[in-house]
């Protein structure tokens, strides 16, 4: 069970990031997870007290898109006329944030649709407690690399080929593997000593079979972080 210390930084982080950033009028990319859901919360709270109006939201998740349902929060896909034009602002969580405010996401297995959202947006903020800050990438949190089921055996060739530990991720309270909400499966992946994450963003990209990887590094985030003595840095690149 999370820590109630954990929880209120997390909920710290995700309602300053709404408070500060989020406008009526907004289209707005929403992220997954146990930080983002927070400012999901925090707008939904806001549009039903009126202070925000006029929001259209864009979910990166089933998970964000019932919590949305839930509040009153207007959800549209990318494809739709009224998000045909981009988003303005995405908001989301991380699960490692390194010194340039380059990313490791995806431990929630949404990593496809939320590097969508973060590049299809035109400002992106990131939500995270202090835990997740780490001076390099790549041999700590896992790195999350989703993958065609087909390709699974060949990719985790050539990813071990590249130095890298692999894990299939493996589902809780289901027999088997972790299945994406487009049918992928997800490989975690662990280097030995930390890498350039930019440098392997793009390398990962090019192994046929992978869908996408959880480097973020090509729309670098303002990022608020929250502490453990209640304050919030506000940090840019």
Same mark, same amino acid.
């Given at each position: 069970?999370?820590?109630?210390?954990?929880?209120?930084?997390? /909920?710290?982080?995700? %309602?300053?990031?709404?408070?500060?950033?989020?406008?009526? #009028?907004?289209?707005?990319?929403?992220?997954?997870?146990?930080? *983002?859901?927070?400012?999901?919360?925090?707008?939904?709270?806001?549009?039903?007290?009126?202070?925000? =109006?006029?929001?259209?939201? %864009?979910?990166?998740?089933?998970?964000?898109?019932?919590?949305?349902?839930?509040?009153?929060? !207007?959800? +549209?896909?990318?494809?739709?006329?009224?998000?045909?034009?981009?988003?303005?602002?995405?908001?989301?969580? *991380? &699960?490692?944030?390194? !010194?340039?405010?380059?990313?490791?996401?995806?431990?929630?297995?949404?990593?496809?649709?939320?590097?969508?959202?973060? +590049? @299809?947006?035109?400002? +992106? *903020?990131?939500?995270?407690?202090?835990?997740?800050?780490?001076?390099?990438?790549?041999?700590? %949190?896992?790195?999350?690399? /989703?993958?065609?089921? /087909?390709? $699974?055996?060949?990719?985790?060739?050539?990813?071990?080929?590249?130095? @890298?530990?692999?894990?299939? $991720?493996?589902?809780?309270?289901?027999?088997? !593997?972790?299945?994406?909400? =487009?049918?992928?499966?997800?490989? &975690?992946? $662990? %280097? #030995? /000593? !930390?890498?350039?994450?930019?440098v392997m963003e793009t390398a990962l990209k090019q192994i046929p079979g992978v869908v996408e990887n959880g480097f973020f590094t090509v729309k670098i985030p303002v990022v608020y972080i929250a502490h453990s003595n209640g304050s919030i840095e506000i940090r840019k690149r």
């Open positions: 069970m999370e820590q109630d210390s954990n929880r209120l930084m997390k /909920e710290t982080a995700g %309602f300053a990031v709404a408070d500060d950033m989020v406008k009526s #009028g907004m289209k707005l990319g929403l992220g997954t997870g146990s930080t *983002a859901i927070h400012a999901v919360r925090r707008i939904g709270a806001l549009v039903s007290c009126g202070k925000l =109006h006029d929001i259209c939201a %864009f979910a990166t998740s089933l998970q964000t898109e019932i919590e949305c349902e839930r509040l009153g929060i !207007p959800v +549209y896909s990318l494809n739709s006329r009224e998000l045909s034009s981009g988003l303005d602002l995405t908001i989301d969580g *991380a &699960d490692e944030v390194d !010194p340039q405010n380059r990313l490791i996401k995806g431990g929630g297995g949404a990593l496809l649709i939320e590097k969508l959202a973060a +590049y @299809a947006s035109a400002l +992106y *903020a990131i939500a995270a407690d202090e835990s997740k800050l780490k001076e390099s990438l790549g041999s700590g %949190f896992p790195v999350p690399v /989703e993958v065609i089921p /087909e390709a $699974r055996v060949q990719v985790t060739r050539t990813l071990e080929k590249m130095g @890298a530990s692999v894990i299939l $991720r493996e589902a809780l309270r289901k027999a088997g !593997p972790v299945v994406t909400e =487009h049918g992928n499966i997800i490989l &975690d992946i $662990r %280097f #030995g /000593e !930390p890498v350039d994450p930019a």
